[in-house]
């Protein structure tokens, strides 16, 4: 039993979304979660920007003594997370390779459609976990940069209307492209995916990459007799803008209220 | 005449719709464009993080002998610019400060509406302003969220379906207040006022603040003897991520050809 935290970072609190399904897979587990919200989005930044802000945020993480790091964010683990996770002497995992594999794992027809900021669109890192799993996958990406502002505004509810028509359009390409899985690509996108499963209709298997990560990290920590292995692991929040509103926010993405610290931090200055 | 350069900063780019403006206006000035894009957007930010911003933003511009500085920037101007605008030995404009005193002197019911970002919004600054110079004004605001994604993913034409739900729900609270003049308080908004314009009607006076600022600073100049008096001036471009898609996106926003050269820097390094 290793007793180490996990430590999750995001750009934002989207990433949240991410802890939840961590703590229904590993209740046990301590989780430090830092949120670059003075710098988020990272969507829209460079490739050279990205990976410099998560080796930050992978360098404050570690000095919490932590057991493993999860990149919550789609954009990091897009953009050079790979190049950087042979850096650190634990384990860095990110969203996309774990979502990758479940897609592959899913489909029947080799069709399978990608939504995601415009960085994580415009990157070929899905494209390549796919292809090196399944070189005769099809693969069908639509950048859906409306989705995150949507959600943010509250506008998630099932049949809401600028929700709705949003939804319709960015999807419409992946429909008529025939695709049997879907991956939600984006932090963000499992509040919305009740409206994003109807529009795309019940044929198509929908892929949340946070679930697909709790479940590859447990399953690497019971292999390494790593898991905490207890009822309820401990929480801890961290945040680079505004720890105003916190609670509010946050309990939004994890489906349950915020109940460790949340502290504000600086990473620029190091 | 003093032929040394005015320097405009924002948060992003959307700040070049009021360099459009000055240049209509003061052709023959040069002009030094800051653009945060590695910090983008503000609006989210606490008002501490904004003004720490807005500071930075001003040092890297006075760095090049400027003779006056223009916040285009809707949340700086609403978020502590008057406390530091003393602090340097130049003319530091918010656009706020314009556009209230344009919307006092359009109005003939005295019911003034806002739109803007989050941040603009639960600001004051508007109210003060404009209640200092009609004290009997009614002030109705609405924070307007989803304006700026929108228009950064193209969806300006009038009639665009996503626009025309949102602004038709954003507007409903200001139409029905029967304001008869309304401030567009965010850099974005002029390129969606034929779609604004529209909705409210023509009895409502619409306010940009990029025009009002450079009609002030242009009577400022010529009070002081400070017009730069010739054909056309020199445009340098500085933005703080990559200046890879520059030219594109600033042009939507200016209204004309980028001709001069753009730099990428570095503001959290000094």
Redesign the interface.
């Known amino acids: 039993m290793d007793l180490r935290p996990i430590g999750v970072f995001d750009s934002g609190l989207g990433g949240l979304t991410c802890v939840k399904r961590l703590r229904e897979l590993m209740p046990g587990e301590d989780i430090i979660y830092l949120g670059d ?4 989005p990272y969507g ?3 490739r ?2 990205i990976i410099k802000y998560a080796r930050q945020d992978i360098a404050f993480l570690r000095r919490h003594d932590i057991k493993a790091v999860v990149a919550a964010c789609g954009t990091v683990s897009t953009n050079g997370l790979e190049e950087i996770a042979g850096d650190y002497a634990i384990p860095v995992l990110g969203v996309a390779a774990a979502a990758a594999r479940a897609a592959v794992n899913a489909t029947r027809s080799g069709r399978i459609g990608l939504i995601g900021t415009k960085a994580s669109i415009r990157s070929t890192a899905y494209d390549e976990k796919i292809l090196r799993l399944m070189p005769e996958a099809r693969i069908v990406k639509k950048a859906c ?2 989705f ?3 959600v ?2 509250g506008r998630i509810g099932d049949g809401e ?2 929700l709705e ?2 939804a319709h ?1 960015y999807l419409e390409d992946l429909r008529r492209a025939g695709v049997d899985t879907l991956i939600l690509g984006c932090t963000h996108y499992p509040l919305i995916a009740g409206t994003i499963g109807r529009l795309m209709g019940p044929g198509v298997t929908l892929i949340d990459p946070g679930a697909e990560i709790a479940a590859l990290l447990r399953r690497r920590l019971e292999e390494e007799d790593a898991l905490a292995d207890r009822d309820r692991g401990a929480y801890s929040y961290f945040v680079t ?2 720890a ?1 509103d916190f609670a509010q926010t946050a309990s939004l993405f994890l489906g349950f209220r915020v109940e460790g610290a949340v502290s504000r931090v600086s990473l ?1 200055d190091r």
């Open positions: 919200t003075g710098r988020v829209g930044r460079s050279e920007t940069p409306l995150v502002p949507i943010e505004d209307p600028v028509l949003v359009q803008d505004s105003e620029e």
